[in-house]
């Protein structure tokens, strides 16, 4: 089994920052891309920022040029930076990773989320 375990959600005002951290522990042969998505009230999860293990990264519009993803590969571990925070980023945070694990099969998972709440 692997886990996600996630922190540094909070609650800041509008124009500031958080970051999130995603660590992923158990039987682990080797992490492929890592990734947060969120999840707002009464909305569909939506893509917010994905890496591959080679450093690519893929931003979603709503967070370019204010969110940074970020990865290290000996902790398994993947960070989301977000700085000029808005209401609008208000949301329940979810850290996903494809690992394979000792039987070299590929599998999804997904963190417990961590909220993420933007006052205006």
């Known amino acids: 089994q692997v886990q996600l375990v996630e922190s540094g959600g909070g609650l800041v005002q509008a124009g500031g920052s958080l970051r999130l951290s995603c660590a992923a522990s158990?039987?682990?042969?080797?992490?492929?891309?890592m990734g947060w998505y969120r999840q707002a009230p009464g909305k569909q999860r939506e893509l917010v920022a994905t890496?591959?293990?080679?450093?690519?990264?893929n931003y979603a519009d709503s967070g370019k040029g204010r969110f940074t993803i970020s990865r290290d590969n000996a902790k398994n571990t993947v960070y989301l930076q977000m700085n000029s925070l808005k209401p609008e980023d208000t949301a329940v945070y979810y850290c996903?990773?494809?690992?394979?694990?000792?039987?070299?099969?590929?599998?999804?998972?997904w963190g417990q989320g961590t909220q993420v709440t933007v006052s205006s």
């Open positions: 996903n990773a494809g690992v394979v694990g000792p039987s070299l099969l590929l599998y999804n998972y």
């Open positions: 158990g039987n682990i042969f080797r992490v492929n891309a």
């Open positions: 890496t591959t293990s080679g450093g690519s990264t």
